[in-house]
């Protein structure tokens, strides 16, 4: 409204060129107070041409100008270009400072602001990315171990029970031919040393398959588990970089993350545990018909005194045979059960605890991003709001030092 005034004031003077010099012509102006003798000849002494007119018609009413200076000031609001002087009287124009330059410091202050941001999350994501992969290959570097060392104990017990069983078949099959040969007074000591021979290589062939079997198993615990492992810190760090990278997600991130589930190795050690028991019973059961084979074979190829014999004894030996091999397949599946319980107790273990690890490293990590993002939104807010006050300040000076430069001229 200042500068408004101050056009009104200077429009004004435009108009003195037709009015008269007598004093009488400004009784109907509302200006007439503010125009004293001494700046009536200011203005003949630096412009003798000026000359005031006036127009004493006894027709002008005062109404007729009671509202001047409101139009005045209407007219001079609805102008687009202030100008301190009219064409007739040409003089300095203020010249406004350019917005620009604010607005340059405001986008420029966003751009900073999103390219730091973005600096802090992605070094904060290669750091999370580190702790996974770390988490990932030293835990299947302990998995595997684990898993190792419970499948060495499972063959052991497995050979061990496959001897014990073999040698309390053999005991129960020398005692059903000492009987059957005293019996009979015949000698079949040469026959049933090779049956023993035979029933032992048949044993032998059952124990080294069930052995293939257990590390087979162990493979392949071990490659799922890897697989899992590998998988769940794959996984996890897609749902930190996706959650970071949706703007309408605003809640924690930690509790959204998903971790491996230990139970998932768990039920993968059970499953391969049960494919085992069930590879087992069927080897053995292969096997008892091979001795079955063998004890019909054996007795079918002695001479007639021995053939009579073996042949009593036969249905005996089948039988102990047969009582051997479901008391060794539940002797088995009983070591099967213990020690892959005890290979999921130790795996389960290390997980949670390497888990407990890595949600330490990812929860730091985010930390540090939302600390980073709140410092570089208010450092570079502060800053920007500071800079924008300067330029401000710097204009207003602008301004003002154009007004004294007119005042002082005028």
């Known amino acids: 409204m200042y500068f408004y005034l101050l056009q009104i004031i200077l429009t004004k003077s435009q108009n003195f060129r037709e009015i008269s010099e007598s004093e009488s012509c400004l009784d109907h102006m509302e200006f ?140 129960d099959i020398n005692t059903i031919i000492n009987t059957a040969s005293t019996s009979s007074q015949t000698n079949i000591s040469t026959a049933n040393a090779q049956l023993l021979t035979d029933l032992q290589a048949t044993f032998a062939t059952a124990s080294n398959a069930t052995e293939a079997a ?99 004894i036969e249905i005996d030996v089948k039988a102990a045979i047969t009582i051997r091999v479901n008391q060794l397949l539940a002797d088995l599946q009983t070591k099967i059960t213990i020690d892959t319980a005890q290979m999921r107790t130790d795996v389960d273990a290390l997980i949670n605890k390497n888990i407990a690890t890595l949600t330490t490293a990812v929860n730091t990590s985010l930390t540090v991003i939302n600390t980073g993002i709140e410092k570089t939104v208010t450092t570079t807010s502060a800053q920007t709001i500071k800079d924008v006050q300067a330029a401000i300040i710097a204009d207003g000076n602008f301004m003002k030092d154009q007004l004294r430069i007119i005042f002082a001229t005028t």
């Open 32 to 171: 007439k107070s503010g125009v004293d003798p001494i700046k009536m000849s200011k203005l003949y002494s630096k412009n003798p041409s000026f000359n005031l007119k006036c127009n004493n018609s006894s027709n002008i009413k005062p109404a007729h100008r009671k509202n001047n200076l409101r139009e005045v000031i209407a007219s001079a609001v609805k102008k687009k270009k202030y100008r301190l002087f009219g064409g007739s009287f040409p003089g300095p124009t203020i010249i406004y400072p350019p917005i620009g330059p604010i607005v340059d410091l405001v986008s420029a202050s966003g751009d900073k602001m999103t390219t730091d941001i973005h600096t802090v999350i992605a070094s904060q994501l290669l750091v999370i990315n580190t702790a996974i992969t770390n988490y990932s290959t030293n835990t299947s570097v302990k998995v595997t171990e684990t898993i190792s060392k419970g499948v060495a104990n499972l063959k052991y017990d497995i050979g061990d029970s496959f001897n014990q069983v073999y040698t309390a078949l053999a005991t």
């Open 214 to 312: 257990v590390a087979s198993m162990g493979t392949t615990i071990i490659t799922g588990v890897d697989q899992l492992i590998t998988s769940s810190g794959t996984d996890l760090y897609n749902q930190i970089e996706s959650i970071l990278a949706d703007t309408t997600n605003t809640s924690p991130i930690m509790p959204q993350l998903k971790f491996l589930d230990p139970s998932s190795i768990q039920n993968s050690i059970t499953t391969e545990a049960t494919n085992l028991s069930n590879t087992i019973n069927n080897l053995m059961h292969s096997a008892q018909r091979s001795m079955d084979i063998l004890i019909s074979n054996s007795v079918a190829g002695q001479v007639t005194s021995e053939t009579t014999a073996l042949s009593s």
